[in-house]
């Protein structure tokens, strides 16, 4: 099986699944706060290493052998879709202020991106691709600038209650 076939359900869930909720979150999911210093590069790196992601995989083959590491990799990359389904409906529906605190948001700050990297390492079992695995490990790191400027944006905006949110809520995991 070709490795594009792996991003179908991603996408679907990622865009089909959260226009559908609301149109909304897909503009607010989609929205970049603006980023300074190290960001910006970051914030490049983290673009051209999605589009490597994605392209590379059209390149690659799933070897469905049922071996550990299939196995490995389909656990891995299912709880990665799973997680970005239920990230996706809690982020549609955020509280009236806007800010994003229920549901999986009360254990992580950004369980969508946590839902990214375990799909995307999943990816990265599933085609047994060191390259691809690579990649997913700098989309990792420059993602956590990105989250990094998500989060002085989200001080900005939402003050106190997002510091205290911070106080309570992991970045991750």
């Given at each position: ?14 865009f ?41 995989l ?105 510091e ?10």
């Amino acid at each position: 099986m070709n490795g594009f076939f792996l991003l179908i359900p991603f996408f679907l869930i990622r865009f089909g699944l959260l226009s559908h909720l609301s149109r909304g979150a897909v503009k607010r999911a989609a929205y970049f706060p603006p980023v300074v210093g190290n960001e910006k590069t970051a914030y490049w790196i983290y673009q051209i290493s999605n589009i490597a992601l994605m392209v590379y995989l059209c390149f690659l083959t799933v070897n469905m052998d049922f071996s550990w590491l299939f196995a490995a990799g389909a656990v891995v990359y299912i709880s990665g879709l799973f997680f970005c389904a239920v990230s996706m409906i809690n982020y549609a529906a955020p509280s009236a202020s806007g800010l994003n605190s229920s549901g999986l948001y009360r254990y992580s700050r950004n369980p969508m991106y946590a839902s990214y990297f375990l799909c995307f390492s999943g990816c990265a079992l599933l085609t047994r691709s060191l390259p691809l695995g690579g990649i997913v490990l700098v989309f990792i790191f420059s993602t956590h600038w990105i989250i990094l400027s998500e989060e002085r944006w989200c001080l900005e905006k939402f003050g106190e209650s997002y510091e205290q949110y911070m106080k309570k809520v992991r970045r991750y995991l």
